[in-house]
Structures are given as C-alpha cells and as structure tokens.
C-alpha cells in the first residue's frame, strides 16, 4: 500500500509539473509505472501477461462503454460516412498494409504475425486525441470527426486482431470458418449491444424512483450484463459494451448527467490505474532488440498505411487536403494497441514479449512525435479558429422524472457587452427562471432589483425549446460596445 500511495502521488506531482506541455496522462502513467518497474528503481517486480490481460480485458469494458455513452448521434451525423469508414474499413486497410509491406521488408517475421501487429497498431487513441485536443480552437467539424474515429474504431481492432490471432492459434479451422466467425462477431457484437442497450433503457425509466446510487450499481451491471452475453453467444463483447453505452447515452434516462459524469471519473481512473500496470510490464532494456523493427513500423503506420487509408476512405467526402493531412497526423497510438499486445503473450504466441514491447515502442514514439507536433501543425494549416468563449452551457439538473427544462450557465461577455441590466428588465422565456448569479467567485442569490453586469455567469432554468434564445434575450438588454464588423459578426452569432 506504501508503494502505491508512492506511484500515485508520483503522478500526480509529475502531471501538475508538466501540465502546461499537454503531455497525454497515458505517457505520464506509463512512465511511472516504468520507473517503479523492475528496469530501474525495481520496487515492483510484475511479470504476469495473463493476468494484465484480464485487468486490461475489464478496463477496456468501461472504456469502451463510456466512449460509446459520450457520443453523441447529433455529431456523428455531420461526420458519419467517414467516420464509419475509417473505424471498420479503416482499420482493415491500414492493418493489410502495415502487415504485408513489415513482411516484404523483414522477410523473417512470418505473414501472421506480421498482419498481426498491423491489426494491434490500427486503431487511434481516445484518450491521447482527447488530451491533445482538449481546450485548443480545432475546426469544430474536423475536432469531431478526429475524437468520433478514435472512439469508434477500438472495437473493430480488437475483432480483427483475436480474428487474426485465431488464425494463427489453428489455421485448421479453415479460411471460411474465420471469416464467417469474424462477421458473426461484429453483427452479433453489435446487434447484441443495442438490444441489451434498449432493454436497459427501458428497466431504467421502470424504477427511475430509486436512489442515485443505484444506478451507478446498475449501469456497471449492465455493462458486465452485455459484454457477458456477447462472449458467451461467441460474439464481441467489446463491440457489444461500446454499442450498448452509444443507445443509452442517447436517450432521456434518469440521472443522465450525473452518470456522464461519473464515467468520466471512472474513465479517467481506469485509464491512468491500467497504464501503469502496463507500464510494470516493461522491460526497457528488452528494447535494445527491438528498436529497429519498432522505428520501421512506425515509419510504415505514420507515411504509408495512415495516409494511404485517409486519402482512400475520404476520396468522395467533402474533406480538404488541409484538413485530410491533420486527419493522418492525427493517427495517434495508444492505450488499445497496448493492452491488445499482451493477448499474443497471454495466448503462448509472443513468449519473449517481442510483439508486446514492438508494440510499447511504437505506441511511445507515435505519442511523443505525433501527439507534441498535432497542434503546431494544425496552427501552420490555419485549422485553428479564433477563441471565442461560448455563450452558454448546459450543467446538471438533477431530477428523476422526465422533465422538459434545462439547467444553463450564461456568460455575459465583457468583449462585447457593457453596462448593466435589472433581472427585472430581462424579457425572458415563458416559465424562465434566473436561479443565481455568480461574480467574481461570489454567488448571488438574485431579486427583480439585483443588476446584472459584463463578466457575470447566470444560471438559468429555461424549457428545452428555448434554449438558444436565452442568449439573445439577456444580451438584448445591454449596450452593444463599438466593435469592428468581424466582432459584430461573432457577437450576432452568440
């Protein structure tokens, strides 16, 4: 208990020293679980694959289920053909090419085991693009389809590298057998997550009296619930978690936001707790033997397979080539290529933890190199837009019967507006209601006569329908400041 109170405060401590470099939290991790690993303080000896494998194979339950309960339908439709292109075709294509040109360079390694580590290194990170494009001003439509394709394209790796795994394990099987299994997982993975998804919707509305608490029980019940099933109908169960979370985070269901929330958390601790462990599991003078395959791999995933399967898959899609080559650089590695990397060691096939510590090399140099050179690159493409702080925010009402109102946070933007109004004055929104107003870390509880000025945030209950008229309301009842046009046009928008 010592040593992990000593890892935990580790990083915590190195994470508030690095935090203005934007260092993804799965590096930090890792690295921490590298120093108090047995290479180089030796405070903890881990050796065990297939017991990493099975914490990975939970981990990845949770993190996969909250992805799919974080995206939402309304921005998957502006982005959905490439997306959905680039998360199953995508992942076949650059696992294909990654395999066949390391096999025609490094004749040695076996096809197999080449295609294999193609399919362990084809999807992008979640966790890092999230990172990395957390608080920067990305295109809004090219920051979604990004963060959409790293989530939603996990799954598909994890298929096709235990499809590909399969293959090695007993090729005796037969080439139609796989392939039939292979279709069988995704359709059932799938088809499976969104009935048990519907199903625990409706359960949920059926005893939506019950206490938060409750449901914390009962959605991690659920997500056990559908990955269970899915294994035991020999379909995927990780597809079957992610598309279950995507059908409940898009309905109306009891404490909706307060779970959002705590998925959040349980993400972030799950992340963090999984990629130390992993970081114990290396062996960095290992690397000595593997570094020249693990440099060529990348060069093969960064200039050939990724751009060869962006430029493919968005050919007919309204995507410049602006924004199509911040999509490849974009092609970041992370915590599934990891975990996916002790299944061959799990399984027998990677006894000296070859494939494993190829696949750490890679993921490490593709966050490093591409995770700190993302954001410059996309300022030298003018991909950034201007900073503008958003006029409202939807936070958490809690409630347990369906309701049709909102709880939104409203800043009035001293950029824009100046003097000051009466609460009393506002002509707001049948049945609106301002509920306070915070000012400079106080929090005012507001009258008819209470003045509200620039730089204030009000919390407002207000009807769904009226939701985006509450801006223009409120900022109506102030003086516009003398503002040049493209200000002008910024200020009518919000």
């Given at each position: 208990m010592l040593i992990a109170s000593l890892v935990l405060l580790t990083l915590v401590l190195i994470a508030s020293i690095f935090h203005k470099i934007n260092i993804p939290v799965i590096i930090l991790s890792l690295t921490i679980g590298i120093i108090f690993g047995s290479d180089v303080t030796g405070?903890?000896?881990?050796?065990?694959?297939?017991?990493?494998?099975?914490?990975?194979?939970?981990?990845?339950?949770?993190?996969l289920f909250i992805g799919g309960f974080g995206t939402k339908k309304q921005s998957f439709r502006s982005v959905l053909r490439p997306v959905?292109?680039?998360?199953?075709?995508?992942?076949?294509?650059?696992?294909?090419?990654?395999?066949?040109?390391?096999?025609?360079l490094v004749p040695k390694v076996p096809l197999l085991y080449a295609l294999l580590?193609?399919?362990?290194?084809?999807?992008?990170?979640?966790?890092?693009?999230?990172?990395?494009?957390?608080g920067k001003n990305v295109e809004p439509k090219l920051r979604t389809l990004t963060e959409l394709e790293s989530v939603a394209n996990d799954p598909m790796a994890i298929v096709l590298t235990l499809f590909v795994?399969?293959?090695?394990?007993?090729?005796?099987?037969?080439?139609?057998?796989?392939?039939?299994?292979?279709?069988?997982?995704?359709?059932?993975?799938?088809?499976?997550?969104?009935?048990?998804?519907?199903?625990?919707?409706?359960?949920m509305?059926?005893?939506?009296?019950?206490?938060?608490?409750?449901?914390?029980?009962?959605?991690?019940?659920?997500?056990?619930?559908?990955?269970s099933i899915a294994n035991v109908s020999r379909a995927s169960g990780m597809l079957s978690v992610f598309f279950t979370g995507l059908v409940m985070g898009n309905q109306n269901i009891p404490y909706k936001k307060g779970l959002l929330s705590f998925n959040n958390i349980i993400s972030f601790i799950t992340n963090v707790g999984l990629f130390i462990l992993l970081g114990l599991l290396v062996f960095p003078h290992n690397f000595a033997k593997i570094w020249g395959n693990g440099i060529l791999i990348f060069l093969i995933l960064s200039l050939v397979s990724r751009p060869i399967t962006v430029f493919l898959l968005t050919?007919?899609?309204?995507?410049?080539?602006?924004?199509?080559?911040?999509?490849?650089?974009?092609?970041?590695?992370?915590?599934?290529?990891?975990?996916?990397?002790?299944y061959p060691s799990a399984m027998g096939l990677?006894?000296?933890?070859?494939?494993?510590?190829?696949?750490?090399?890679?993921?490490?140099?593709?966050?490093?190199?591409?995770?700190?050179?993302?954001?410059?690159?996309?300022?030298?493409?003018?991909?950034?837009?201007?900073?503008?702080?958003?006029?409202?925010?939807?936070?958490?009402?809690?409630?347990?019967?369906?309701?049709?109102?909102?709880?939104?946070?409203?800043?009035?933007?001293?950029?824009?507006?100046?003097?000051?109004?009466?609460?009393?004055?506002?002509?707001?929104?049948?049945?609106t209601l301002i509920t306070l107003v915070k000012r400079e870390g106080q929090v005012i509880s507001p009258q008819g006569s209470t003045e509200v000025f620039p730089r204030d945030i009000l919390t407002i209950?207000?009807?769904?329908?009226?939701?985006?008229?509450?801006?223009?309301?409120?900022?109506?009842?102030?003086?516009?400041?003398?503002?040049?046009?493209?200000d002008r046009e910024r200020a009518s928008e919000a």
């Open positions: 405070l903890i000896y881990f050796d065990n694959t297939v017991f990493a494998k099975e914490v990975a194979n939970i981990a990845l339950m949770f993190i959905s292109l680039l998360a199953t075709v995508g992942i076949v294509t650059t696992a294909l090419i990654t395999g066949f040109v390391f096999h025609l580590l193609g399919s362990i290194l084809a999807s992008t990170d979640a966790a890092a693009v999230f990172s990395i494009l957390k795994i399969g293959l090695i394990q007993g090729a005796q099987s037969g080439i139609l057998s796989s392939i039939l299994n292979f279709l069988w997982q995704l359709a059932g993975g799938i088809g499976i997550g969104i009935g048990i998804g519907w199903l625990a919707v409706y359960v509305k059926k005893v939506r009296q019950s206490e938060a608490e409750y449901f914390i029980i009962y959605m991690i019940a659920v997500v056990l619930f559908s990955y050919w007919f899609c309204d995507i410049g080539l602006k924004e199509k080559t911040f999509l490849i650089a974009a092609g970041i590695k992370g915590s599934v290529p990891i975990v996916l990397a002790t990677d006894p000296d933890h070859e494939i494993f510590n190829i696949v750490f090399f890679v993921v490490t140099l593709s966050v490093v190199i591409q995770g700190t050179s993302l954001i410059p690159l996309a300022r030298k493409l003018n991909l950034l837009v201007k900073d503008r702080r958003k006029t409202y925010k939807i936070v958490d009402l809690v409630t347990v019967t369906d309701t049709n109102f909102e709880l939104v946070e409203v800043y009035i933007d001293e950029d824009f507006y100046e003097g000051s109004c009466r609460v009393a004055d506002m002509e707001l929104p049948p049945g209950l207000v009807d769904k329908q009226y939701i985006e008229m509450i801006p223009i309301d409120i900022l109506r009842s102030f003086v516009m400041k003398q503002l040049d046009n493209a």
